[in-house]
C-alpha cells in the first residue's frame, strides 16, 4: 500500500517531489528537526500521520535513528508514540510495541526509566539531559513506545473525546497497528506486543483486535500483521486472584525476602475479609452485574489490595522498598517520576518530539473513567485463552517482589484459565531460568504459554533487573 503525501513541512522542495514520485523508504526517510511531515495513507485517507524524523545521535540514544509524532486512529484521537530503530539489524529485526499501564499511565515510563534506549539525569535542563541505557530492549529489535488511550501522556482527542473502557482502546490501537505498519512498511516483520501493569487487561485485548483484524486486511488484498507473542509484564489481568493472593502474598514466607511481611495480628484480619470479597466480587461483578453494589465491593476490596503494603509502609511496586500513602497518592513511589515530569515539559523537547499540551505521567481522569466503567473486573484471560488457541504465543513475566500483580496472582489465574492446553500446563514442572550462568528466576511453560518469575525485581522488572529483563526479551523474540 502506497502512501500519498499531502503537505510536508519544514523540507526542501526537492524532497517534497522525491517523496510524491515514489513511495518513502521509512528507513532512509527525508530528516527534519524544525517541522513535521503530514501525510496520509491511500487506505485510510482521514487518519494523519503527524510525524518527525530524528538522525542518530541527535537525542536519547547516539547509535539509532528514531521516530516520534502522533498518528489519528480515527476521527481526530491522536495517539502520540516514539520509535526507536534497532542498535542491530533494524531492516531484519522484529518490531515490538510497548505500553504502560495505569489506567492512564504513559509509556515514557517504560521509555524513561524501564527498557527505553536512554534514561533521564537528576534535574534536567535540556534535551540531551539524558545517558544511554546499555541494556535497552532496542539491542535486537525495533521498538515503539505508544501512549494510549487518548488523555494519556501526549496523545488527546481533538475534539474532546474520552476513552472509558479497554474495548474501546483496543480499536484505537489496531487502527495505530495497521497505520504505523503501513507507513513504515513493517508489514511481514514478526510483531510481539508488550507491556506491563494494567496492560495485564490491555495487550489481551489489544492483541485480539489486531489478530482479529488482519482478516479485514487479507479480505482487501493487504498482507496482515504477523502477530508473533504477547508479554506481559507484571499485569493485573485477573483483580479477582489479585485480591485473593494478598494474604499468601504477605503474610507467609516470602519467595525472595525469606520472611513473613506483616504482622500476625494485621494477617489475622485480612484473611477474614478475603472470602467475603471473592464472593461479593464474583456475584455482583460477574454472575450479575449490578454497577452500584459491584463499584462499592470493587472500593472496599480494592483497598486491600492497595493499602496492606502501606500497613507496614513498604512499597507495593517492590516489598524490599519502604513507601508512605503520601508518596503513592502523589505518584512518587517510583524514583525517577518528577525528573522524567520535569524534562517532557521542557519547550525545547517538546519542540524537539513535536508534542504538544503539559506532560503528565499518569492520567487521573483516565483512571477514574476506566474505574466508573468498571474495566477492571472482567475475565481477560478468556482474550489470552481465545489467543493462545490461535497460535500465539503468550509470555506472562512477573517480578517476585511484587505487590501490586504479584507473582501469586499470575500463577493462580493462568492455573484457572481454560483452554485446551490448561492439563499439560497444569502438569508442567517448574524449571530455573539462568542468565550468564546464575539463577534469575524460574519458570514453567506448555506449548505456547509461559510463566517467568523474575527473581530480585518488583513491579517494573527492567527497572530492577535491567540486565535479565533484556535476556528475557531477547531469549523469547528468538523463540528461545
Given at each position: 500500500?502506497?502512501?500519498?503525501?499531502?503537505?510536508?513541512?519544514?523540507?526542501?522542495?526537492?524532497?517534497?517531489?522525491?517523496?510524491?514520485?515514489?513511495?518513502?523508504?521509512?528507513?532512509?526517510?527525508?530528516?527534519?528537526?524544525?517541522?513535521?511531515?503530514?501525510?496520509?495513507?491511500?487506505?485510510?485517507?482521514?487518519?494523519?500521520?503527524?510525524?518527525?524524523?530524528?538522525?542518530?545521535?541527535?537525542?536519547?540514544?547516539?547509535?539509532?535513528?528514531?521516530?516520534?509524532?502522533?498518528?489519528?486512529?480515527?476521527?481526530?484521537?491522536?495517539?502520540?508514540?516514539?520509535?526507536?530503530?534497532?542498535?542491530?539489524?533494524?531492516?531484519?529485526?522484529?518490531?515490538?510495541?510497548?505500553?504502560?499501564?495505569?489506567?492512564?499511565?504513559?509509556?515514557?515510563?517504560?521509555?524513561?526509566?524501564?527498557?527505553?534506549?536512554?534514561?533521564?539525569?537528576?534535574?534536567?535542563?535540556?534535551?540531551?539531559?539524558?545517558?544511554?541505557?546499555?541494556?535497552?530492549?532496542?539491542?535486537?529489535?525495533?521498538?515503539?513506545?505508544?501512549?494510549?488511550?487518548?488523555?494519556?501522556?501526549?496523545?488527546?482527542?481533538?475534539?474532546?473525546?474520552?476513552?472509558?473502557?479497554?474495548?474501546?482502546?483496543?480499536?484505537?490501537?489496531?487502527?495505530?497497528?495497521?497505520?504505523?505498519?503501513?507507513?513504515?512498511?513493517?508489514?511481514?516483520?514478526?510483531?510481539?506486543?508488550?507491556?506491563?501493569?494494567?496492560?495485564?487487561?490491555?495487550?489481551?485485548?489489544?492483541?485480539?483486535?489486531?489478530?482479529?483484524?488482519?482478516?479485514?486486511?487479507?479480505?482487501?488484498?493487504?498482507?496482515?500483521?504477523?502477530?508473533?507473542?504477547?508479554?506481559?509484564?507484571?499485569?493485573?489481568?485477573?483483580?479477582?486472584?489479585?485480591?485473593?493472593?494478598?494474604?499468601?502474598?504477605?503474610?507467609?514466607?516470602?519467595?525472595?525476602?525469606?520472611?513473613?511481611?506483616?504482622?500476625?495480628?494485621?494477617?489475622?484480619?485480612?484473611?477474614?475479609?478475603?472470602?467475603?470479597?471473592?464472593?461479593?466480587?464474583?456475584?455482583?461483578?460477574?454472575?450479575?452485574?449490578?454497577?452500584?453494589?459491584?463499584?462499592?465491593?470493587?472500593?472496599?476490596?480494592?483497598?486491600?489490595?492497595?493499602?496492606?503494603?502501606?500497613?507496614?509502609?513498604?512499597?507495593?511496586?517492590?516489598?524490599?522498598?519502604?513507601?508512605?500513602?503520601?508518596?503513592?497518592?502523589?505518584?512518587?513511589?517510583?524514583?525517577?517520576?518528577?525528573?522524567?515530569?520535569?524534562?517532557?515539559?521542557?519547550?525545547?523537547?517538546?519542540?524537539?518530539?513535536?508534542?504538544?499540551?503539559?506532560?503528565?505521567?499518569?492520567?487521573?481522569?483516565?483512571?477514574?473513567?476506566?474505574?466508573?466503567?468498571?474495566?477492571?473486573?472482567?475475565?481477560?484471560?478468556?482474550?489470552?485463552?481465545?489467543?493462545?488457541?490461535?497460535?500465539?504465543?503468550?509470555?506472562?513475566?512477573?517480578?517476585?517482589?511484587?505487590?501490586?500483580?504479584?507473582?501469586?496472582?499470575?500463577?493462580?489465574?493462568?492455573?484457572?484459565?481454560?483452554?485446551?492446553?490448561?492439563?499439560?500446563?497444569?502438569d508442567a514442572e517448574w524449571e530455573s531460568w539462568q542468565v550468564n550462568g546464575k539463577e534469575a528466576g524460574i519458570f514453567k511453560t506448555y506449548e505456547n504459554l509461559t510463566l517467568l518469575k523474575v527473581f530480585g525485581a518488583g513491579h517494573l522488572v527492567p527497572t530492577d533487573q535491567p540486565e535479565n529483563a533484556l535476556a528475557l526479551l531477547n531469549e523469547w523474540i528468538e523463540g528461545a
Amino acid at each position: 500500500m502506497k502512501l500519498s503525501l499531502t503537505a510536508l513541512f519544514g523540507l526542501y522542495t526537492g524532497l517534497v517531489a522525491a517523496a510524491v514520485a515514489s513511495p518513502q523508504n521509512p528507513f532512509d526517510p527525508p530528516i527534519s528537526s524544525t517541522g513535521h511531515a503530514l501525510l496520509t495513507s491511500s487506505r485510510h485517507p482521514k487518519h494523519n500521520v503527524h510525524i518527525k524524523a530524528h538522525s542518530a545521535g541527535s537525542w536519547c540514544d547516539p547509535e539509532v535513528r528514531s521516530w516520534t509524532g502522533y498518528i489519528d486512529s480515527g476521527y481526530g484521537k491522536e495517539l502520540f508514540f516514539y520509535y526507536f530503530e534497532s542498535r542491530s539489524s533494524p531492516k531484519d529485526d522484529p518490531v515490538v510495541m510497548w505500553i504502560n499501564g495505569g489506567p492512564g499511565g504513559s509509556s515514557a515510563m517504560g521509555l524513561f526509566l524501564e527498557q527505553g534506549p536512554c534514561r533521564i539525569n537528576k534535574d534536567p535542563s535540556g534535551l540531551n539531559d539524558t545517558v544511554v541505557n546499555p541494556y535497552a530492549w532496542n539491542e535486537k529489535a525495533n521498538v515503539f513506545f505508544l501512549d494510549q488511550p487518548i488523555g494519556v501522556g501526549f496523545s488527546h482527542g481533538d475534539y474532546g473525546q474520552t476513552v472509558a473502557t479497554t474495548e474501546q482502546a483496543a480499536i484505537d490501537v489496531a487502527a495505530f497497528v495497521e497505520i504505523f505498519f503501513e507507513y513504515f512498511d513493517l508489514h511481514g516483520r514478526p510483531f510481539h506486543m508488550s507491556g506491563e501493569s494494567y496492560g495485564g487487561r490491555y495487550l489481551p485485548l489489544f492483541a485480539s483486535a489486531v489478530f482479529d483484524n488482519n482478516a479485514k486486511l487479507k479480505k482487501d488484498g493487504i498482507e496482515p500483521i504477523n502477530l508473533q507473542s504477547v508479554l506481559i509484564g507484571n499485569g493485573l489481568t485477573s483483580i479477582f486472584t489479585t485480591i485473593d493472593t494478598q494474604y499468601e502474598l504477605m503474610c507467609t514466607k516470602h519467595i525472595d525476602l525469606g520472611y513473613a511481611v506483616m504482622p500476625i495480628k494485621a494477617c489475622v484480619e485480612l484473611v477474614e475479609q478475603l472470602p467475603k470479597c471473592h464472593q461479593m466480587l464474583k456475584k455482583h461483578c460477574l454472575e450479575t452485574v449490578d454497577h452500584a453494589i459491584c463499584t462499592l465491593w470493587e472500593a472496599h476490596c480494592g483497598d486491600l489490595w492497595n493499602l496492606t503494603p502501606l500497613s507496614v509502609e513498604r512499597n507495593r511496586y517492590n516489598l524490599n522498598q519502604t513507601c508512605t500513602l503520601e508518596q503513592l497518592e502523589a505518584d512518587r513511589c517510583i524514583d525517577g517520576q518528577l525528573d522524567l515530569e520535569k524534562y517532557l515539559n521542557l519547550p525545547d523537547v517538546q519542540a524537539f518530539l513535536g508534542a504538544t499540551g503539559h506532560f503528565g505521567l499518569n492520567s487521573h481522569l483516565v483512571n477514574q473513567d476506566f474505574y466508573r466503567a468498571l474495566d477492571e473486573v472482567h475475565q481477560t484471560y478468556w482474550y489470552v485463552a481465545g489467543l493462545l488457541e490461535r497460535g500465539i504465543r503468550v509470555l506472562n513475566y512477573v517480578g517476585t517482589l511484587d505487590a501490586a500483580c504479584p507473582h501469586l496472582s499470575q500463577e493462580k489465574w493462568m492455573a484457572q484459565m481454560p483452554w485446551t492446553g490448561q492439563a499439560g500446563y497444569l502438569d508442567a514442572e517448574w524449571e530455573s531460568w539462568q542468565v550468564n550462568g546464575k539463577e534469575a528466576g524460574i519458570f514453567k511453560t506448555y506449548e505456547n504459554l509461559t510463566l517467568l518469575k523474575v527473581f530480585g525485581a518488583g513491579h517494573l522488572v527492567p527497572t530492577d533487573q535491567p540486565e535479565n529483563a533484556l535476556a528475557l526479551l531477547n531469549e523469547w523474540i528468538e523463540g528461545a
